[in-house]
């Protein structure tokens, strides 16, 4: 053995695969922090045209691109395949036709190399990624997670250990993103073509109602804020404004720019006063965001303002692990591996978890 062998062998290096809705993705990670490889192929191109992500077209991309994207994620990292300690999956929650390629094909990998499998929850790797290529996390956490199928508030007390505060009763953050988008007709996927014509815009031209719910709920809800934008460009259902009805054709550049930042304003707003909300209600010290919209910089903003009020500690992610990785999914897995808590090769995909 030499020096470079006897030194992979003291580390463990875990492969991860995440395919849960329109990412193909695998990574090589050691020590479930430091990143090797990562190789992620997007779909956006192939569902764009229907405005989000078909899942018959999304579990048929995956099964044309697993094989492809691990061995690059292999071949870039330079690990022997007899080096790999084991292999984490997404399992959960996502699109069942989407998880199931990802899932046999990690199923494959963990039998032909005869290393431990271990299934992961995929809206937890998104709360553990601000620890990939960076420090580890503090705990207890209180960590938001926002993408375009959840948005979920948890006390996380280790990696593992996730307590749900709160989730959205309707659309999750991202969705609205993407609906707020469409009815402006600025494009897919919404989240970034929201934040683009927003930096045009006045973020108190419009203002939409903020929805906190009942007392100190930790719940979110988003329909009706898209609701509100839809009304407000198209008049309540049936209205007429000035002799006629009113349509996206009347506004001008800059008044979408306005509505765009409006909107935004109001999500982050939400956003930070659960956040708020929960680090008083638990005294955690660390405060997490991921998730595709933890990209958006003006919730970064608003989560670094709130974290130096009140003296908590801020972890994002970096922008490439904001959104759909399987880093994060190989990084979750470490923790599991040295607990001792791997799956067997009858492990299942479950389409829905609330937890
Ligand atoms: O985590 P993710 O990549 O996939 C899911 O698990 O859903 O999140 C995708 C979502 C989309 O709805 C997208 O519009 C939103 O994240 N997103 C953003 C931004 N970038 C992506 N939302 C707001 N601002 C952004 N910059
Ligand atoms: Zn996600």
Redesign the pocket.
């Known amino acids: 053995m030499n020096a470079a062998e006897s030194h992979q062998a003291d580390r463990n290096i875990l492969v991860g695969i995440e395919t849960?809705?329109?990412?193909t993705a695998c990574a090589v990670v050691a020590d479930g922090r430091e990143v090797l490889a990562g190789v992620v192929a997007s779909q956006i191109d192939l569902h764009a045209r229907f405005g989000g992500v078909v899942p018959e077209i999304a579990g048929r991309a995956h099964l044309e691109a697993i094989n492809t994207v691990i061995s690059a994620a292999l071949a870039d990292s330079g690990v022997d395949p007899g080096d790999v300690s084991a292999v984490a999956v997404a399992n959960q929650p996502?699109l069942i036709g989407s998880l199931l390629i990802g899932l046999m094909a990690a199923k494959t990998l963990a039998w032909v190399w005869d290393v431990p499998l271990i299934g992961v929850n995929?809206i937890h790797a998104?709360a553990y990624s601000p620890a990939l290529d960076a420090g580890p996390i503090e705990y207890p956490a209180v960590a938001l997670i926002?993408?375009?199928?959840?948005t979920s508030l948890y006390l996380c007390r280790s990696p593992m250990e996730m307590d749900l505060l709160g989730a959205t009763i309707d659309d999750?953050?991202?969705?609205a993103?993407?609906k707020v988008?469409a009815i402006l007709k600025l494009g897919y996927?919404?989240?970034?073509a929201?934040?683009r014509a927003a930096s045009q815009g006045r973020d108190d031209a419009v203002r939409f109602p903020r929805t906190l719910l009942k007392g100190q709920s930790l719940d979110f809800s988003f329909s009706g804020i898209k609701t509100a934008v839809l009304y407000h460009d198209n008049g309540v259902p049936g209205a007429v404004r000035d002799g006629v009805a009113r349509g996206l054709e009347h506004l001008s550049e800059q008044e979408i720019a306005d509505i765009a930042a409006g909107f935004?304003a109001a999500v982050v707003d939400v956003m930070r006063i659960k956040l708020r909300r929960a680090v008083k209600a638990t005294g955690a010290r660390t405060l997490i965001i991921g998730?595709?919209?933890s990209?958006?910089?003006a919730?970064r903003q608003a989560v670094i303002k709130l974290g130096k009020k009140f003296d908590v500690t801020v972890r994002m992610p970096a922008t490439e692990y904001?959104?759909?990785n399987a880093a994060m999914i190989a990084g979750l897995g470490f923790h599991y591996l040295r607990a001792g808590l791997t799956d067997t090769l009858e492990l299942a995909a479950t389409a829905t978890v609330r937890k």
């Not at 926002?146 to 959840?150: D, F, K, R, V």
């Not at 996927?189 to 970034?192: R, V």
């Open positions: 849960t809705c329109d990412e996502g995929h998104h926002a993408s375009g199928g959840h999750a953050a991202g969705e993103f993407d988008a996927p919404g989240g970034p929201i934040e935004q998730g595709g919209v990209a958006n910089s919730l904001c959104g759909d």
